[in-house]
């Protein structure tokens, strides 16, 4: 077994092989990456079948192993998101911004890729390659450390994707699995100061509050999302309806799912007992004093109820007094994911918009949209809920660092 | 005395004033800022007179003194540099892209300011005018921390700033100084997590590694300079030794001035002697084996001596086989801040500027110029020393952050 100093050291060797390389040659690696994905499917799916094995034995939830587990159409979308980044443009080189002095010398400002990033992260295993290939666009060496759940998996993926940066004449070394999975290797790459660039921690609260905690290497922090939906005094019941019903049912263990409603006391007799004769037992309501009454089988919200992220079907439910109260609840409650508010009033969504301090923030849409794919990046490194460097969907761009260049003829300042 | 903990929930309570400003409103708040400096420039002078004669009987050295002390040209300067930013660019409300998804709803991202901007310094009383104006202009309200040496001197410049946002009609709680100025306060701000946005500390290193180390909110790393200068063997001899000079000599108390010169061991012979007699004993030379052959009275380089900020009339030289060796010893030794390569070999050039992870780097061009100033910025923020969110000088569109606005008519994801 690899250490996880020693793959940093090899990384740290190697990475001016990708850093360095051409928008040709990146895009060449990437399609070989896909292809010897498809080849080495049986090697895949065999070593998943390991994981998956494992992973029942210990008794673990059924979203867990829907989560792990790899077919042969999952192989091949994998490989389809390796191609689709190959279309996109290449964010390294591009020159941000030039001037030239009244001295003569010129001051070029271009993107450079970060040089290596860290990825920490669970049991899905299409986060292994969408995140190797996204380095791999985006100029980047990369260290990769899974979930122990999904390690068998991982290492065949790599092993996959390393065959294709050999085929392509790129060093395979830019891109390694951490072959500890114990909490050790997690510690090593969050304090590997002055090697690792950039570290991104993917996954549940604590993974990613533990990381952001103790990390020594710069961090964005991703994913919590105590995302809110607020109708409004003014909405349109049938939106308000869908939109609400969409946020909480349609995939709640993510993080761009609703997780609190606020609605406004004008509109929540009418709105209320609409939404709970349509979530028909199917989410369990905990509300505030005003919204329970006008619920047939709410409970009563808990102290905690308004500041959890549920990832289930449980919406906390709160009434407003208007769209100032919301965007105040928000401001004190928010993780700064996502939010949406639902009205026709053009006053109050531009209220909304501007004064909700959060990543992504929807007027008569679903908070769902939140998501590289839907905001046209390709596949994503995760979604930040911070505001340094980058917010919301990261894909390529965010990737990306700068530095000047400044070329003259001997100027000095006097 | 207000305490540290009552301005910041002061400050979140008033920042949507600043958050939310129009540019004509910011633009209007500038230009009364600049107008009371120059008004109240009586208070100011005496304020600062105060700090001056308690600077001179603790018995500091005179560098510190030079940079504590105000006059009349020095006032005027700081509201020359604020109505400077008057001609810059709103940075806030850009719509940085905009897109339409097949579904129909639109996403935009715009450019918003972080919120509450915090800065903790030292002793530099123009550092206050320049962090608040930049602070106005792009819509952050800030919280200033400066050092107690210059505490009188800071609350007669923000009293008189806090008169121009009354007049121009903006709440002046936008802008406080901390009035407590001993460690405590500087941990206060470090650990304001969910108020201070983004925290910059900008001084000597061991204030700025105080605040990386333990500060729980984000944190912009500035300044500490370790810059190098490569003399390569196709250097011309004029430009290289013009360059040098420049970067040790002109002013060596500042960041970007150079610490380290390397020169390529086929040029040393030539370039070293004459160096020597135009620093004429002025710089001390602290040399590797090699160069140390080449003068008459340079001294041993110690083990520290490539890894130390001098900030002084010190030169640390080491002679290498070439530009690649230069490339490694720099990627070692930089704390990422400038380095320059003087040559008329064009592939030697490309070399270092691709190779060579610095945020400014410069072709036969002094180190000196890395400066926010100098870079068409206005004033400066501080100058990043770190890949993530901004590198080198920083001005006001790196103190902004962006969001994105999702607008639709009910769209939901399926």
Redesign the interface.
């Known amino acids: 077994m690899t250490t996880t100093q020693a793959l940093l050291d090899s990384l740290l060797e190697h990475k001016?092989a990708i850093n360095?390389a051409t928008t040709g040659q990146k895009n060449q690696a990437l399609e070989a990456m896909a292809n010897q994905l498809e080849e080495q499917i049986d090697a895949i799916l065999a070593a998943n079948k390991l994981d998956m094995r494992a992973a029942k034995d210990s008794a673990i939830s059924s979203v867990m192993l829907e989560r792990l587990l790899l077919n042969e159409e999952r192989v091949k979308d994998m490989a389809a998101g390796i191609r689709a980044l190959i279309a996109l443009p290449d964010p390294i080189g591009l020159v941000l911004e030039e001037?030239t002095?009244a001295n003569g010398?010129k001051?070029s400002k271009r993107s450079i890729p970060?040089?290596l990033i860290g990825m920490i992260y669970e049991s899905r295993p299409n986060v292994t390659s969408d995140v190797a290939a996204l380095a791999i666009k985006s100029g980047n060496a990369v260290i990769l450390r899974g979930g122990k759940e999904a390690f068998h998996s991982a290492q065949a993926i790599v092993t996959a994707l390393k065959s294709g940066l050999s085929q392509a004449g790129i060093a395979p070394e830019v891109v390694e699995l951490v072959q500890d999975t114990s909490r050790t290797s997690a510690t090593e790459l969050m304090t590997a100061k002055g090697k690792i660039?950039?570290l991104v921690p993917r996954g549940g609260a604590g993974l990613i509050h533990a990381v952001v905690?103790n990390a020594?290497v710069?961090v964005?922090e991703t994913g919590t999302g105590i995302c809110h939906v607020y109708v409004d005094k003014d909405a349109?019941v049938?939106?308000a309806l869908?939109?609400v019903?969409?946020?909480k049912t349609?995939r709640p263990s993510v993080c761009n799912s609703a997780e609190v409603l606020l609605v406004h006391e004008d509109i929540a007799k009418t709105f209320l007992p609409i939404l709970e004769a349509h979530l028909a037992g199917q989410v369990e309501l905990r509300a505030d004093q005003p919204a329970l009454s006008l619920f047939e089988r709410a409970v009563p919200a808990g102290e905690d109820d308004f500041d959890t992220e549920f990832l289930d079907y449980i919406l906390a439910v709160k009434v407003v007094k208007g769209v100032e109260e919301a965007v105040a609840h928000i401001g004190q409650h928010s993780t700064g994911h996502s939010e949406a508010i639902v009205t026709e009033n053009d006053q109050a969504?531009h209220i909304f918009?501007?004064?909700v301090?959060?990543?992504?923030?929807?007027?008569?849409?679903?908070t769902?949209?939140?998501d590289g794919g839907?905001?046209?990046l390709g596949c994503e490194l995760g979604i930040s809920t911070?505001?340094?460097?980058a917010?919301?969907p990261m894909g390529l761009r965010e990737m990306t660092?700068?530095?000047?260049?400044?070329?003259?003829?001997?100027?000095?300042?006097?």
Not at 357 to 366: I, P, Q, T
Not at 386 to 389: A, E, F, S, V
Not at 402 to 407: A, D, E, G
């Open positions: 001016s360095l001037t002095a010398m001051i970060f040089g660039d950039l905690e020594t710069p964005i349109d049938a939106k869908s939109i019903v969409n946020a349609s969504a918009t501007q004064s301090d959060s990543a992504a923030v929807y007027v008569n849409v679903s769902r949209f939140t839907q905001f046209g911070q505001k340094m460097h917010r919301g660092t700068y530095k000047y260049i400044i070329t003259g003829d001997g100027q000095i300042r006097i």
